[in-house]
């Protein structure tokens, strides 16, 4: 299955995957919010999904999936700069792939046959960057602090940055001053304990939060 929010780049990840016969492409989704409605009609071993999507993002849906499908491998695209990555996500157990949206058809072929014989994968370009091999990784729930208290608005505000608003767009949607996101953010993040996009989509993921509570 393939799960990416941008039609051309999904086109892109089809064709270029169309030449390697042994995989199979069986399902695509262009929201986060499909991905489950597919794996519960659709046969998949190996589920590829963007880590920015709307609706529920690929950390999100990774650990969902560990949970209600167990048999599914999840590969993650991102087009994060490996210094925006926690660590956190890099090492979770429930992810069997890190793609680099801007490398080579082939590095995702073989993040893709790695996840599928049960081992993880990790684009070869962030390997210098992570020092901490991934089978040493902690289980999820070592990692866990103590149960996280968030606001409405708080979790209205982290829907919108996992969607990739900015925090002038999140001032203009929710009729509140920038300065006042900015504070909002700077409260989330020290609560989650992140400093990156990525580390906070990730804890989300960690702690299973529903932020349309």
């Known amino acids: 299955m393939l799960a990416d929010d941008h039609p051309m780049f999904l ?4 064709n270029a995957l169309e030449k390697y016969r042994h995989i199979q492409i069986v399902a695509e989704c262009t929201d986060g919010f499909a991905v489950e409605d597919q794996l519960n009609r659709t046969a998949v071993d190996v589920a590829v999904l963007d880590v920015n999507m709307p609706g529920k993002n690929g950390l999100l849906l990774a650990r969902r999936i560990r949970t209600q499908f167990p048999h599914v491998r999840v590969v993650l695209l991102t087009m994060y700069h490996p210094s925006a990555i926690g660590s956190e996500s890099v090492h979770a157990p ?3 792939g890190y793609v680099l949206k801007n490398s080579g058809s082939h590095v995702l072929s073989q993040a893709i046959e790695t996840a599928f014989s049960g081992k993880v994968y990790l684009d ?3 390997k210098d960057s992570v020092r901490m091999p991934v089978q040493d990784a ?4 070592d990692a866990l602090p103590v149960q996280v208290k968030l606001s409405s608005r ?3 505000i982290i829907r919108l940055i996992i969607e990739g608003k900015s ?3 999140i001032a203009s949607q929710l009729f509140l001053s920038e300065l006042t996101i900015k504070t909002h953010r700077k409260n989330i993040y020290q ?3 992140v400093n990156t996009v990525a ?3 990730n804890k989300i993921g960690q702690l299973g939060m529903g932020l349309h509570e």
Do not use: H, S
């Not at 902690?138 to 729930?141: E, T």
């Open 138 to 141: 902690l289980p999820v729930q």
């Open 154 to 156: 708080e979790k209205e």
């Open 11 to 14: 086109d892109g990840v089809r």
């Open 191 to 193: 609560k989650l304990d």
């Open 167 to 169: 925090n002038r767009d």
């Open 94 to 96: 429930y992810i069997n």
């Open 199 to 201: 580390g906070l989509m």
């Open 124 to 126: 070869p370009r962030l």
